[in-house]
């Protein structure tokens, strides 16, 4: 009397490899839909130099091996595994030559300021910093100490600020985000490098908004008077 070996997923049917294609599907792409690499002809990839330079930048932003005070805990913690920032393509770098940018992730002091744009100085154009909870932004409850910076922005130039005391690393990703977006910008428009600039800027850019909604609104409210007549009744 024979054994009858049981058949098991090693004996079903493996479907043959279709090859690789040749020319790559648009539908099918791995570059997000919104990035100005999509458009694709068979083999070649259609863009600026620049967004391709700004591409590849933002999705590589190595920041600096420096903590400073108690939100520095919060920043490690963001680059370990529950959040990990490395998703993103950010890594520590222990040397400021070899990073892109910085957290300020603390209160500074006179004593540290020197220290700071020391650090600033030494990393490679271009760069960014990203100030990161209320003593970095503003002095958080020290401001007004004799010894205290109000804010690090009167040292070296800030880019992105992150409220709070201090910011939840949720609140620290979305400030990452945030600087990948004004990376992918940098060469087609003017990034504003300080607070005041940034503010007259987002002011602007509401004028913008609240025109536009009102000229949107004087169109809705004609083609009604015309739909409809002063006395209420629709025109036969």
Same mark, same amino acid.
């Given at each position: 009397m024979g054994v009858v070996r049981r058949r098991g997923r090693a004996d079903m049917p493996r479907p043959r490899p279709t090859g690789i294609r040749a020319v790559e599907q648009i539908s099918e792409h791995s570059i997000p839909e919104k990035s100005p690499l999509r458009k694709v002809v068979p083999g070649v990839f259609m863009g600026q130099i620049q967004r391709l330079f700004n591409w590849g930048r933002k999705n590589s932003l190595w920041y600096m091996t420096f903590g400073i005070a108690c939100c520095a805990i919060e920043m490690m913690a963001t *680059?370990?595994?529950?959040? +990990?920032? +490395?998703?993103? *393509?950010?890594?520590?770098?222990?040397?400021?030559?070899?990073? +892109?940018?910085?957290?300020?992730?603390?209160?500074?002091?006179?004593?540290?300021?020197s220290r700071v744009k020391l650090l600033y100085d030494q990393m490679a154009e271009p760069k960014w910093i990203l100030a990161m909870g209320a003593c970095a932004c503003t002095g958080g409850p020290f401001a007004g100490l004799y010894n205290v910076v109000p804010g690090v922005d009167k040292v070296i130039p800030v880019d992105v600020y992150i409220p709070g005391c201090p910011p939840r690393p949720e609140a620290l990703l979305d400030g990452l985000l945030r600087l990948q977006k004004l990376v992918g910008e940098e060469g087609f428009r003017a990034v504003p490098r300080t607070a005041t600039q940034r503010a007259a800027d987002s002011d602007a850019q509401r004028a913008v908004d609240g025109d536009t909604q009102r000229a949107a609104d004087n169109d809705t409210e004609r083609a009604a008077d015309s739909a409809v007549g002063r006395d209420g009744r629709v025109p036969s």
């Open positions: *680059g370990a595994a529950r959040w +990990d920032l +490395d998703r993103f *393509g950010s890594f520590f770098r222990a040397s400021p030559r070899q990073a +892109d940018f910085m957290f300020i992730s603390g209160t500074i002091n006179e004593k540290m300021a």
